[in-house]
């Protein structure tokens, strides 16, 4: 057995997989200190029992959990910092005037590949600004942090309408579709009129001012293909237009595509007839 996973996830994941998710549902409420994971299993076993509005529930409060204790400040990691095209790039990102369009990760907890998706940026953009929507465990020192729920007003919005139809976790599939509002409330604040979101085990190789924007050509949106949610450039109209395109999509229940319902499968019928610039071309 894998020694990271949690007692009280195992137990939970063995009830489901012997066909008793209530009993899973029922040992997960009954812990004596709840934190951010249970709610996230409890929002997953909820899905699982179709009790979409405690699932949503959970999801809120899982997030709400995440967030709860203060940031600390933390590095990207010695061995991260010791590399020296990060080392370069990390003292002109300090010194250089701040270029105008900011890399945005939306993202929970700080596994290792989140801090080398950051600092492969600062090597490759050092004037980017970087930016992390995330939560108490991934405030990196080189980036300004805002905790998710402080701008969650449109995330929870499109929560309540959000019905879960994918292969993969609810938590899962239902948090990549509210970053794009979390982004969306984040540039509103900002005053950011322009931003590039990334996944974080993307590894950009490429300057953002001189590489990558001239790609944009003027348009609102661009993307890694049409099911490519995973590098973007948007505007503040674009992020305007995605958010109300996902809102509508679910308007009056499941969106019809006869199997799994993503962001990424969403996306062709978001560009279908729309200009828009793929950046997976060259």
């Not at 010194?95 to 998706?117: C, G, I, N, R």
């Not at 190789?205 to 003027?218: C, Q, S």
């Not at 890694?224 to 996902?246: N, S, V």
Request: net charge negative.
């Amino acid at each position: 057995l894998d020694s990271r996973v949690r007692t009280d996830e195992l137990g939970a994941r063995l009830l489901v997989a012997s066909g008793r998710p209530e009993t899973a549902l029922e040992f997960l409420a009954d812990s004596p200190a709840p934190d951010a994971r249970t709610w996230q299993l409890m929002a997953d076993v909820s899905w699982l029992l179709r009790d979409e509005a405690s699932a949503r529930l959970y999801l809120r409060r899982c997030l709400e959990a995440r967030c709860a204790p203060e940031a600390e400040p933390r590095e990207l990691g010695e061995d991260i910092l010791q590399m020296p095209e990060v080392a370069a790039g990390l003292a002109r990102h300090r010194q250089a005037p701040p270029a105008p369009t900011p890399l945005v990760w939306v993202h929970w907890e700080a596994p290792p590949h989140f801090a080398q998706s950051i600092a492969a940026a600062i090597a490759a953009s050092p004037a980017s600004p970087l930016a992390v929507i995330g939560d108490s465990t991934n405030a990196f020192t080189p980036c300004r942090h805002m905790p998710m729920t402080r701008r969650a007003a449109s995330a929870w919005a499109f929560l309540e309408r959000y019905r879960h139809r994918s292969e993969n976790d609810y938590v899962y599939e239902a948090f990549c579709l509210l970053r794009w509002y979390l982004l969306k409330d984040w540039a509103e604040v900002e005053g950011v009129e322009r931003l590039i979101t990334l996944d974080s085990d993307v590894l950009l190789f490429a300057d953002v001012e001189t590489e990558l924007l001239p790609r944009l050509g003027g348009h609102d949106v661009a993307f890694t293909g049409a099911m490519g949610p995973h590098l973007a450039i948007l505007t503040q109209d674009g992020l305007r237009d995605l958010c109300g395109f996902f809102m509508q999509a679910y308007e009056t229940g499941v969106p019809d595509l006869a199997g799994q319902v993503t962001d990424m499968t969403l996306l062709p019928r978001f560009l279908a007839g729309r200009d828009w610039a793929d950046l997976s071309e060259e």
